[in-house]
């Protein structure tokens, strides 16, 4: 069986602030795939990243940036300079060989002015 | 292009009718997702296509719902005999193929059961 969990239920910062969203995740499998998801106020889940469980290189994107380190069964995903238009609930994901995915329960988001 | 749609965006049914969601998938993405997403369990995988076949159907959570996909496109997840617990956004994504791909969602049917 496989489990994702976001132990932040809630997170509140103040504009231009670094953030930090965690994931653990639990696996027997040796390949599977890792994701974030957003999902904004409109309720559309918004694809971000997906990798592989063979390429643990850090990736940056704009202000985003994610650590996978096996090791220690995260994926965690960095927001540098957070914006307001960053508000929203972050989904971390795991797909493995049972063809779905299953989500964490979300971190809420919420960038003040 | 277009993305995946689902209809209708809002449903309010009585408990005890039956209730059939739709979605249309992105244009060639084979494989099509149905998942729930409700406050009390989040989002929970129902099941799986890959073209028109079902080869998991493990996430349903009662013999009450049932799915189909016809055309190895659009896909209709029906709800029989409704109960309140079936409340819920309904979602579905689609992908290129089953297998590692990225999963696109839909906006969602937002179901209510009164």
């Known amino acids: 069986a496989q489990k994702v969990t976001q132990a932040q239920t809630e997170i509140s910062v103040v504009e231009k602030e670094d953030v930090t969203l965690d994931c653990v995740y639990e696996?027997?499998?040796?390949?599977?795939?890792l994701f974030w998801y957003k999902q904004p106020p409109s309720g559309e889940l918004v694809f971000l990243i997906r990798?592989?469980?063979?390429?643990?290189q850090n990736e940056i994107s704009g202000r985003y940036s994610w650590n996978f380190q096996k090791s220690t069964s995260s994926f965690n995903f960095t927001i540098t300079a957070s914006q307001v238009v960053d508000s929203a609930v972050y989904f971390c994901?795991?797909?493995?060989?049972?063809?779905?995915?299953?989500f964490g329960g979300g971190t809420r988001l919420m960038v003040k002015p | 292009g277009a993305g995946v749609s689902q209809s209708p965006s809002n449903k309010v049914t009585e408990k005890g009718k039956d209730v059939e969601l739709r979605c249309d998938p992105i244009?060639?993405?084979?494989?099509l997702y149905w998942y729930r997403q409700s406050l009390g369990q989040g989002l929970e995988f129902l099941i799986y296509?890959?073209?028109?076949?079902?080869?998991?159907k493990s996430g349903l959570p009662s013999d009450r719902f049932s799915a189909e996909r016809t055309g190895g496109s659009v896909s209709t997840l029906t709800i029989q005999r409704t109960q309140q617990e079936d409340s819920a956004v309904y979602l579905c994504?689609?992908?290129?193929?089953?297998?590692?791909?990225?999963?696109?969602f839909g906006p969602g049917t937002r179901l209510t059961v009164t």
């Open positions: 994901a795991l797909y493995n060989a049972g063809n779905m995915l299953t």
């Open positions: 244009s060639g993405h084979t494989a």
């Open positions: 296509f890959q073209g028109n076949s079902a080869p998991d």
């Open positions: 990798r592989n469980s063979f390429d643990e």
């Open positions: 696996t027997r499998d040796t390949t599977y795939y």
């Open positions: 994504a689609s992908s290129l193929g089953a297998g590692s791909y990225e999963q696109y």
